[in-house]
């Protein structure tokens, strides 16, 4: 592995922080889950989201207490004299399939730098998976890593290579409206894929493509906290990434045809 990536330091709090987080997953039981719905039924939300939130953060703000930090669960933290780094959270991505016991669940951890225009950068990115036991992470101008935790290899992740056999990875909202919507584009979409594969995580989905095993990724009306890791990761791996440019929006990743993309009729 390249040890500019290894001893870049937002890197390494993204890491630390997404570990702190799977190691929380890791002790899954369905005893524990004090389930919940949030804006619908299916969209779940158990007291492991929470726990894991906590200790990303607690993580994060151990060696970096000025930075801000926006998650899934908790408001926004601002101090009272930000660094310029903000962090985006997501503790449990998949919290469905985590509750169905389908191994597709991660936690999330995203870093963005504050330019001096008012935009930002995405610097910084890690992503681990406890049940498959492998995490992913990038850093700006690093390139991106899979970490097989089991055996300790690391893989530079260099993207799909375009075939004639693409495989697209998507995902549907809760709101019927939204997934009839969604629907539709996929059907026009269907043309340059071979097949279709609904992981339940946009983190991995984006880790999917970095490394090749999908070929593409898009999904409307994702949340930052969903895509801020696994965009970069897929960026890093040399993919073409679309980060949503309005909210609602498009998220992708791979080898698309963003013609295809359109937006809802209103």
């Known amino acids: 592995m390249d040890k500019a990536i290894s001893h870049d330091p937002l890197v390494m709090v993204a890491r630390r922080a997404a570990a702190a987080g799977a190691e929380i997953l890791a002790r899954r039981d369905e005893s524990q889950f004090n389930l919940s719905d949030k804006s619908a039924a299916g969209d779940w939300v158990t007291d492991f989201d929470r726990a894991s939130e906590e200790a990303i953060r607690a993580t994060i703000l151990t060696s970096r207490p000025s930075d801000e930090l926006t998650g899934e669960e908790f408001p926004s933290a601002k101090p009272a004299h930000p660094s310029g780094v903000r962090w985006s959270i997501d503790p449990l991505d998949g919290t469905t399939n985590f509750v169905r016991n389908i191994a597709y669940y991660c936690s999330s951890v995203g870093a963005c730098q504050l330019e001096e225009d008012g935009t930002e950068t995405w610097v910084a990115a890690a992503i681990v998976a406890p049940a498959l036991q492998v995490e992913y992470f990038a850093g700006k101008a690093l390139g991106a890593w899979k970490h097989d935790l089991r055996t300790g290899k690391m893989t530079q992740l260099t993207g799909p290579t375009p075939s004639e056999a693409k495989i697209l990875g998507t995902g549907f909202g809760y709101d019927a409206q939204r997934r009839q919507f969604q629907?539709?584009?996929?059907?026009?979409?269907?043309?340059?894929?071979?097949?279709?594969?609904?992981?339940?995580?946009?983190?991995?989905?984006?880790?999917?493509?970095?490394?090749?095993?999908?070929?593409?990724?898009?999904?409307?009306?994702?949340?930052?906290?969903?895509?801020?890791?696994?965009?970069?990761?897929?960026?890093?791996?040399?993919?073409?990434?679309?980060?949503?440019?309005?909210?609602?929006?498009?998220?992708?990743?791979?080898l698309v045809d963003t013609a295809k993309l359109s937006e809802p009729d209103n």
């Open 183 to 254: 629907a539709r584009v996929l059907e026009g979409m269907l043309e340059d894929y071979v097949n279709v594969r609904r992981i339940g995580s946009a983190a991995l989905d984006l880790c999917l493509v970095a490394e090749g095993a999908l070929d593409a990724y898009a999904e409307y009306g994702t949340q930052e906290y969903d895509w801020a890791a696994g965009a970069l990761i897929a960026e890093e791996a040399g993919c073409l990434v679309g980060r949503p440019t309005t909210n609602p929006g498009w998220q992708y990743a791979g």
